[in-house]
């Protein structure tokens, strides 16, 4: 199993390919399957979120690119500022992730 242990700050070359979720790329301790179908393990420090396009390396060597998989979403559209404002303070305060757009919110279904 590959051990990936820390997220680097300059891209570089990578050896493997890693599709994530959003709910994947949250995690910070997690068994995950590389896109060629190597075992592999994040092991890395809280409170980071995986981006697409991050690279992430392990103590032999390989470097892995993280991909953001493709997701069912909802988006909302809204001419009028303050119900868009209300749709997303709903869905915040039950702790749903949005993306916040000019006359749209986006969520996960």
Do not use: K, W
């Not at 570089?12 to 179908?37: I, K, M, N």
């Not at 690279?55 to 997701?71: K, L, M, Q």
Request: proline share 6%; glycine share 8%; net charge neutral.
């Amino acid at each position: 199993m590959i051990r990936l242990t820390r997220r680097l700050d300059t891209p570089a070359p990578p050896t493997h390919a890693l599709t994530l979720t959003l709910e994947q790329r949250v995690r910070s301790r997690l068994r995950v399957t590389l896109d060629d179908g190597s075992p592999a393990g994040l092991f890395l420090e809280r409170g980071h979120i995986l981006r697409d396009g991050d690279c992430v390396t392990g103590d032999n060597g390989a470097v892995a690119e993280v991909r953001a998989a493709a997701e069912t979403v909802s988006t909302a559209c809204c001419d009028d500022p303050v119900q868009l404002a209300r749709v997303c303070y709903h869905l915040g305060n039950r702790h749903v992730p949005v993306q916040i757009g000019l006359g749209l919110v986006r969520y996960h279904h």
